[in-house]
């Protein structure tokens, strides 16, 4: 069964530094999402991406964020200057289809951020 | 968005079917309802979509009342493995992004 693959599964970072998370998303999937999960929180979203550019993003998703579709494969996460509280399980999703309501995503296995 | 209401958490046993209603009284007209399982440092995962009366699949059903006010995901018999948060997503025409909210945290003990 295809799947979204996440790399790396851990990130350990220093308060400042730019990290970069990467998604394979399902290969025949259009649309894709970043959410993240703070320790014993709700998963959060923060920016969904569809033919080169941003759909739409949340209050989370400031300047310190952006994100990429560098190749046919890859989509990337960048936190630029990282900060304490952006410590937190980042989930790549995609889905087929945009859909209207009725679209189904298919979660990777997330990436956990630690921030010191 | 409407928004969902669901229990906190539930407690089960081994065996036993699994009840989990969540409450969507601003359902819009062309929403559907999806529930999504997640089990600990894992992406949530599809389980069941519908948009009105029943939907039944090879791992739970989905019961929806003509209102479609509130919707009631079925688990039955369930096993230790089982054990995840649970969510009620409610998706809209617009297509703007799926919100997850707390989620029901079912426990099953043998």
């Known amino acids: 069964e295809p799947e979204v693959t996440q790399t790396p599964s851990h990130q350990v970072t220093q308060m400042g530094q730019e990290v970069i998370l990467r998604c394979v998303p399902i290969s025949n999937h259009l649309y894709f999402y970043w959410y993240r999960q703070i320790l014993g929180q709700k998963v959060e979203f923060l920016v969904s991406f569809y033919n080169n550019e941003i759909s739409e993003k949340s209050e989370i998703f400031d300047d310190q964020f952006s994100v990429e579709r560098p190749d046919g494969s890859n989509f990337t996460l960048k936190i630029r200057s990282t900060k304490l509280e952006d410590s937190a399980m980042y989930f790549c999703?995609?889905?087929?289809?945009?859909?209207?309501?009725?679209?189904?995503?298919?979660f990777g296995s997330g990436t956990q951020l630690s921030v010191l | 968005l409407a928004k969902t209401t669901q229990p906190i958490s539930m407690d089960s046993y081994e065996g036993q079917e699994v009840n989990i209603t969540c409450s969507h009284n601003n359902i819009a007209t062309n929403d559907y309802i999806t529930w999504y399982q997640q089990f600990p440092s894992q992406g949530p995962r599809f389980i069941i979509q519908g948009y009105k009366t029943k939907v039944t699949n090879e791992v739970a059903s989905l019961f929806i009342p003509a209102d479609r006010k509130s919707s009631t995901l079925s688990l039955p018999r369930v096993s230790l493995s089982d054990t995840a948060v649970y969510y009620c997503l409610v998706g809209n025409q617009a297509g703007t992004a799926l919100i997850f909210g707390k989620g029901t945290t079912l426990s099953v003990s043998s």
């Open positions: 999703a995609s889905s087929p289809l945009k859909g209207q309501g009725d679209e189904k995503l298919f």
